[in-house]
């Protein structure tokens, strides 16, 4: 009987510790998972919420919380600083010439030399909280604001506007408002407002469609507004995510092609891999652990991959010196984690005292990864990868340069 026993309380504990193991498996093979070497680091002194660009020669900007755009080389040292008005949330975006754009969440759109010397600077002109985008004509579009001939009777006209190069700023539809614009192969526009309606728009200003699939979008989280979250793809399929946790498809006709669901609010930018597939993530339960989600073209989960880190993580899409694909996802949780394509786990970082990272990492052409955690620091980690070559949107903003247009896909 004793005997018997044993056996039963051994056998409970066998079950037992084979339960916590396969709870635990992603932190097994995380801790197992080699680390990426790190090249070098660069200390800000001032936290960082906004993802960096890079330009060709391997520059990176970034912009901190005490309103300096900082312009970093690939070596590490700081080349330059410029001081904005205001803070943003919006990415700075680097256009084919060097020039840098930079719009503060109080809708002043600043246009900066390479050299860190300002160009022009237009105040309040951008709509609040919204994004821009860097078209492939080399003007930006964007829901801006000017002042109107008749300022006793409306002192400012808002719509879809043009800012060319030189600053001049141009309204080409002033019966539609918005808060985020993708541009698409063909050169017109998805733009999305509050309301959760989507309008096709050409290069003119004319509304060629609109439709509303969801009336909750756009809404204030964690004290932050966030803005509607979408990429572009081959096909010139447009998909975007709602405050509410659904993400949509819409063909380039304004039709319904799919619609997902996660358990949660979503909260990460969708991007789109090589061959089509869709990563996005989710914030659980408790905001302490979130879910990378990959989508099949109809929308269905080809597999998932649990974080630690909650809040926020951001995924770019990239390839192995094969060319075959490879995800890095930056994660609240102070980790950068490498995937390949089906899921799988094959190399990691972890930052120092383990700041979260709740920005994008950039690629260089050299293959340098560059993330920036939430305390400034600046990491710059070997790899061996390259940036993706088949994806229309391999980042939040669509490239690197983070111009919001698939202008870079359509040039190869």
């Not at 080389?73 to 949330?89: P, Q």
């Not at 905001?287 to 990378?292: A, H, R, W, Y």
């Amino acid at each position: 009987m004793v005997k018997r026993l044993n056996m039963i309380a051994l056998l409970l504990l066998f079950v037992g510790v084979f339960v916590i193991i396969l709870a635990n498996f992603n932190l097994f093979v995380l801790w197992r998972a080699p680390s990426l070497p790190v090249i070098w680091t660069l200390d800000l002194h001032s936290n960082v919420f906004t993802s960096p660009t890079i330009d060709s020669n391997g520059t990176l900007y970034v912009i901190d919380e005490n309103k300096n755009l900082s312009a970093v080389s690939s070596d590490g040292e700081l080349k330059w600083r410029f001081n904005l008005d205001d803070l943003t949330r919006g990415e700075p975006i680097v256009s084919e010439d060097g020039t840098i754009y930079v719009y503060t969440s109080n809708g002043t759109l600043y246009s900066i030399t390479s050299d860190g010397v300002l160009k022009w600077k237009l105040e309040k002109v951008v709509l609040p909280f919204s994004s821009v985008t860097l078209a492939s004509d080399g003007n930006i579009y964007a829901c801006c604001n000017v002042a109107s001939d008749n300022e006793q009777e409306r002192p400012t006209i808002t719509g879809f506007a043009k800012v060319t190069l030189d600053g001049n700023v141009e309204i080409l539809n002033e019966n539609i408002s918005f808060q985020a614009i993708f541009e698409r192969q063909d050169g017109k526009f998805y733009a999305v407002n509050q309301n959760g309606t989507v309008y096709l728009v050409s290069k003119s200003g004319e509304v060629l469609w609109e439709k509303n699939f969801t009336n909750s979008i756009f809404k204030i989280g964690f004290g932050l507004f966030t803005l509607p979250r979408g990429c572009v793809k081959a096909d010139q399929e447009f998909i975007y995510s709602s405050s509410g946790g659904e993400v949509f498809s819409t063909s380039e006709q304004g039709i319904l092609m799919w619609k997902f669901s996660g358990k949660s609010n979503s909260f990460f930018c969708p991007v789109v891999g090589n061959d089509g597939t869709l990563y996005l993530g989710y914030v659980n339960d408790g905001l302490s652990t979130s879910t990378i989600y990959a989508l099949d073209p109809k929308g269905k989960v080809k597999w998932k991959y649990d974080l630690q880190g909650g809040i926020s993580a951001h995924v770019i899409v990239c390839e192995d010196d094969q060319s075959k694909e490879v995800i890095y996802i930056t994660s609240a949780d102070g980790y950068i984690y490498k995937l390949t394509s089906d899921g799988k786990l094959v190399a990691k970082f972890k930052s120092q005292n383990s700041s979260g990272f709740y920005t994008s990492a950039v690629l260089s052409s050299e293959g340098i990864l560059y993330a920036v955690s939430s305390d400034g620091r600046i990491y710059a980690l070997k790899t061996n990868s390259k940036v993706s070559t088949n994806s229309t949107w391999y980042t939040k903003s669509a490239n690197f340069e983070n111009t919001r247009s698939v202008r870079n896909f359509m040039e190869k």
